[in-house]
T-cell receptor, first 109, second 116 residues
Framework: EDQVTQSPEALRLQEGESSSLNCSYT??????LFWYRQDPGKGPEFLFT???AGEEKEKERLKATLTKKESFLHITAPKPEDSATYLC??????????FGQGTTLQVKP | DGGITQSPKYLFRKEGQNVTLSCEQN?????MYWYRQDPGQGLRLIYY???????QKGDIAEGYSVSREKKESFPLTVTSAQKNPTAFYLC???????????????FGQGTRLTVV
């Protein structure tokens, strides 16, 4: 059964304090591993897609990496505007798009 | 502009009433999805459709129904059998680069359903 688990559930950082979010996944025939950002009361906003182990993507202070069992979202020198819930999702050969529970990040100035 | 539109933004339902949430996309995507999100929780899959006239149950399909008569549209009905329908509902659509890779999913802005 396809499954996605994210940790930690919540993370509090000081501005400039780098950290990483974890996404563990089990999926039959990976067709894509996706990271999204969600602000309260809004739909998720796409950040990255990763397709194969060893792949990395970067955008401003965010960097996503992928292994055969996990993906990490690294946040370097975060700012208060990076505060949001970060969601990980996997898509496999069943056609399902399965999301983890999310990590709620709070960055304090 | 290409995108995915959900309506209404807010919906109030009386006990025992069926309500239908609309989801329309003009991205020419084959796959469409419905999710439920409760406060502080992730997205739970209700139903999904990979092609017109075909759909599959997700993890929490009980009390919900869908149809996929057109590629662009995937409405969700919350029936009276759903005992705790108050939640934030999100619709998404997704395409395919090729047989083995999917595009990212695009989301609507959500419908907040409240039972009164």
């Amino acid at each position: 059964e396809d499954q996605v688990t994210q940790s930690p559930e919540a993370l509090r950082l000081q501005e400039g304090e780098s950290s990483s979010l974890n996404c563990s996944y089990t999926v039959s025939g990976l067709r894509g591993l996706f990271w999204y950002r969600q602000d309260p009361g809004k739909g998720p906003e796409f950040l990255f897609t990763l397709y194969s182990a060893g792949e990395e993507k970067e955008k401003e202070r965010l960097k996503a990496t992928l292994t055969k069992k996990e993906s990490f979202l690294h946040i370097t020198a975060p700012k208060p505007e990076d505060s949001a819930t970060y969601l990980c999702a996997s898509s496999g050969n069943t056609g399902k798009l399965i999301f983890g529970q999310g990590t709620t990040l709070q960055v304090k100035p | 502009d290409g995108g995915i539109t959900q309506s209404p933004k807010y919906l109030f339902r009386k006990e025992g009433q069926n309500v239908t949430l609309s989801c329309e996309q003009n991205l020419n995507h084959d796959a469409m999805y419905w999710y439920r999100q409760d406060p502080g929780q992730g997205l739970r899959l209700i139903y999904y459709s990979q092609i017109v006239n075909d759909f599959q149950k997700g993890d929490i399909a009980e009390g919900y129904s869908v149809s996929r008569e057109k590629k662009e549209s995937f409405p969700l009905t919350v029936t009276s059998a759903q005992k705790n329908p108050t939640a934030f509902y999100l619709c998404a659509s997704k395409g395919y680069w090729d047989r083995d890779t999917n595009t990212e999913a695009f989301f609507g802005q959500g419908t907040r359903l409240t039972v009164v």
